[in-house]
């Protein structure tokens, strides 16, 4: 009789165990939920790439307004801070892969000279306005001044 009843207990035991709906329920939400995340990373992304844009651009600009500072202390003497082609093509080695140089703009002139309105009114004053741009970012502007 004992071997009747552990045979009768086992075909009368319910199996466990997840149904074929429960498991594709399963599957739409996990699917949905992926779908989720990868839109999240992609803009995620973008959001690195233009971060990216922004640092590496103002870091060129940065180099190229400290070497015409550099060049300035030294009295103007130095042919990039003639006009503003020459001081462009001094920074033009201020790159990086994937990156173009920045532009310089330079307007020189003395104290009385027209937009030149930041230049000291010191007589025989030499004042030259610099302004580093690259892309859409603010200019780097720097007036150098010879006294």
């Given at each position: 009789?004992?071997?009747?009843?552990?045979?009768?207990?086992?075909?009368n035991?319910?199996?466990?165990?997840?149904?074929?709906?429960?498991?594709?329920?399963?599957?739409?939400?996990?699917?949905?939920?992926?779908?989720?995340?990868?839109?999240?990373?992609?803009?995620?992304?973008?959001?690195?790439?233009?971060?990216?844009?922004?640092?590496?651009?103002?870091?060129?600009?940065q180099?190229?307004?400290?070497?015409?500072?550099?060049?300035?202390?030294?009295?103007?003497?130095?042919?990039?801070?003639?006009?503003?082609?020459?001081?462009?093509?001094?920074?033009?080695?201020?790159?990086?892969?994937?990156?173009?140089?920045?532009?310089?703009?330079l307007t020189?002139?003395?104290s009385?000279?027209?937009?030149?309105?930041?230049?000291?009114?010191?007589?025989?004053?030499?004042c030259?306005l610099?302004?580093?741009?690259?892309g859409g970012?603010?200019?780097?502007?720097?007036?150098?001044?010879l006294?």
């Amino acid at each position: 009789m004992k071997p009747a009843r552990v045979a009768a207990h086992v075909f009368n035991c319910r199996a466990r165990g997840f149904t074929l709906v429960e498991t594709l329920i399963v599957m739409v939400v996990l699917g949905i939920a992926a779908v989720t995340v990868a839109n999240l990373s992609s803009s995620l992304f973008q959001g690195q790439t233009t971060n990216r844009e922004i640092v590496v651009g103002s870091q060129l600009m940065q180099e190229c307004a400290e070497s015409l500072l550099a060049k300035g202390r030294n009295l103007f003497s130095d042919s990039c801070l003639a006009d503003s082609a020459a001081a462009t093509a001094c920074c033009s080695s201020f790159t990086a892969t994937g990156y173009s140089a920045p532009t310089v703009t330079l307007t020189a002139g003395n104290s009385g000279t027209t937009g030149m309105a930041a230049c000291p009114n010191s007589a025989g004053s030499d004042c030259k306005l610099i302004s580093v741009t690259r892309g859409g970012l603010k200019p780097v502007t720097l007036m150098l001044i010879l006294n």
